[in-house]
């Protein structure tokens, strides 16, 4: 075991793709914790394949170097708006956290919101001013903006005077001065040793352990990774579980592990300030204490944000159902949501009156499209609803979840961008204009009108425009309709094959979302209207072979290229008549009624009780 005053635990906090992963990579290679010539990929740490795909981060990890004589806990979390929870969770297991800024980007909205949870549990921070080998890199007026933030976030006289690293985690250097460069991360450890304090808690005392992340193995079943908070920790013990619940029960620790680089390392025991991972507690959850069977007193009940979003998850029930996955039936699907709730603690699962359906609520689109994702590829099919902002009731008043919302866009389309934001009941917070043709607009948005408009938003920049949002505060709901979908749909009238004859027919109605050859039905959504209003088409004719020089002809003819929707991307499009069906294979969007009469009908009932109510 290190001695105490020589552990250091942090975490690498900072808005989407700054540099985090990267960071931990250099820092890891350096400390020569690899043999030579082993090979390591880049950004180890994001292991899952998911993650390696879209190259982001999506669970928070733990790892640790050993650097002169200090251990150094580190843990790499995910710089998504939607997965702050996962942020918020790690600030309870560590001591001091490194902010990583980008040297060009500065502040962004997450910038804000992990180091307000970093601030609020008083942690250490250490800015790192990332990219700078960026060659827009302005470091100056980025740590202005830090400061700016610190202050307006309320920290502390010490958390102000906080140290600066300059780093190009992509290069592997780092230095304390802005200007030059040094070709190691030797200032980073160095930073990391002498501000961060080592952990206080007492080892005398009775043990308590939080389980603050949780893995899984098929060796060792599930495994309770957290921060021994006090005593010590054997292999073999015996301890109490207590329960999120508040109940207790008997287990035994059956296997200790710590961690060292990419790997954990078992061990005999551990002590206060250690960060470790527990094998062999059967239905161990996230947010159970482990402790002392004497002196079982349970650590206070992680306090997570509540969730933001939500939609119905169903059976799948379109004509194409049980095709293409393995898994469809509503018990299935049952059991891998209440599943998932084990190791995910920002995410809701609520049955409804129908036993094919249940309401499913996360943070946010990414955080529920990575579940549906997951289940696509372990072979599940299923139908999901329109993603619908959750509002809370607050002593008697309804409120909805606000987002900041920070734009950069060109000069000439602000003025587009501002009006379409009016619309959505955004209200302007800040603007920079900085005379280098792009302006950095700041604003607050209720939740519901980012819904569908990132489309909109890339159409009247022309792609040149970036939005960065994370949640900011609940907010009195606004009244009336917030943003959703403006544009109507083009709808099958039959089950068939798309033909590139019956497309071109109806390319003239809008941009078509198939190729020719796909299989579509009754029902389904195959296109967006140029107008508000849905219409049905038929895109599956064949055409009559009259006589051969027209069928030649029809060579040369060439379909605009159709948009193929990603998973949330599909999500965000879709109205409240609509379901997204998902498949391993396929992610089609459909109106939940197929038949044009019976829609028709529908629709005119809607009408009528509305008007009579
Ligand atoms: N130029 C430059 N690029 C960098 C630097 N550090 C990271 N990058 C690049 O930035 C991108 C994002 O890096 P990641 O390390 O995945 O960022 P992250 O903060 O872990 O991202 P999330 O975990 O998804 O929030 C990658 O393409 C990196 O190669 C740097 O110092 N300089
Ligand atoms: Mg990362």
Known sequence: MHSREQIRNIAIIAHVDHGKTTLVDKLLQQSGIFRDHEHVQERAMDSNDLERERGITILAKNTAITYKDYLINIVDTPGHADF?????????????????????????????????????HNLTPIVVVNKIDRPAARPSEVIDEVLDLFIELGANDHQLDFPVVYASALNGTSSKDAAQQDDNMQAMYDTIIENIPSPTESTEDPLQFLVTLMDYNEYLGRIAIGRVNRGIIRQGQSVAVMTREGGMKQARIEKLFGFQGLKRIETEQAGAGDIIAIAGIKDINIGETIADPQNPEALPVLKID???????FLVNNSPFAGREGKWVTSRKLRDRLFNELETDVSLRVEETDSPDAFIVSGRGELHLGILIENMRREGYELQVSKPEVIVREVDGKKMEPIERLLIDVPEESMGAVMESLGMRKAEMVNMINNGTGQVRLEFLIPARGLIGYRTNFLTLTRGYGVMNHAFDSYGPLIGGQVGGRHQGVLVSTENGNATLYGILGVEDRGTLFVEPGAEVYEGMIVGEHTRDNDIVVNICKEKQLTNVRSATKDDTVKMKTPRLFSLEQALEYLNDDEYCEITPKNVR?????????????????????????
Request: hydrophobic share 40%; glycine share 8%.
């Open 589 to 613: 969007l459909r109106k939940k009624i197929l038949q044009k009469g019976e829609r028709e009908r529908a629709e005119k009932q809607r009408k009528q009780a509305q008007a009579n109510a």
């Open 84 to 120: 702050g929870g996962e942020v918020e969770r790690i600030m309870k297991m560590v001591d001091g956290v490194l902010l990583v800024v980008d040297a060009y980007e500065g502040c962004m909205p997450q910038t804000r919101f992990v180091l307000g949870k970093a601030l609020a």
């Open 306 to 312: 509540e969730p933001t979003l939500q939609m119905t």
